[in-house]
Nanobody, 128 residues
Framework: QVQLVESGGGLVQAGGSLRLSCAAS????????MGWFRQAPGKEREFVAA?????????YYADSVKGRFTISGDNAKKTVYLQMNSLKPEDTAVYYC????????????????????WGQGTQVTVSS
């Protein structure tokens, strides 16, 4: 059983920064993409950012976080990070780590069809 363990959530004032981390509990399997989704109260889970390792690394961002959030990771260590700067109250949500074991996924990373594994979620609260 693969588990994704997140850390780094918390409470921060608007304009502040947080860094989320996620690590897979098992490293004896292949992962080709990892990323983050978030879900605010009363809303659907939405894409935040993803990183794909095929030839080098490619990253994808939701328009709402582009320029403020940076995704990075290590394929060999099965880890992914989300550096969140200039946080806004509307970034408040439970953030979920996601991972894929599909090597040549041809669909969109902006939706959740590529996700094979989910983390348990970590709360991020941004106060105004």
């Amino acid at each position: 059983q693969v588990q994704l363990v997140e850390s780094g959530g918390g409470l921060v004032q608007a304009g502040g920064s947080l860094r989320l981390s996620c690590a897979a509990s098992r490293r004896t399997f292949s992962i080709y993409a990892m990323g983050w989704f978030r879900q605010a109260p009363g809303k659907e889970r939405e894409f935040v950012a993803a990183i794909r390792w095929i030839v080098g690394a490619s990253s994808y961002y939701a328009d709402s976080v582009k320029g403020r959030f940076t995704i990075s990771g290590d394929n060999a260590k099965k880890t992914v990070y989300l550096q969140m700067n200039s946080l806004k109250p509307e970034d408040t949500a439970v953030y979920y780590c996601a991972a894929s074991n599909v090597q040549y996924y041809s669909g969109s990373y902006y939706q959740n069809h590529w996700v094979a594994y989910w983390g348990q979620g970590t709360q991020v609260t941004v106060s105004s």
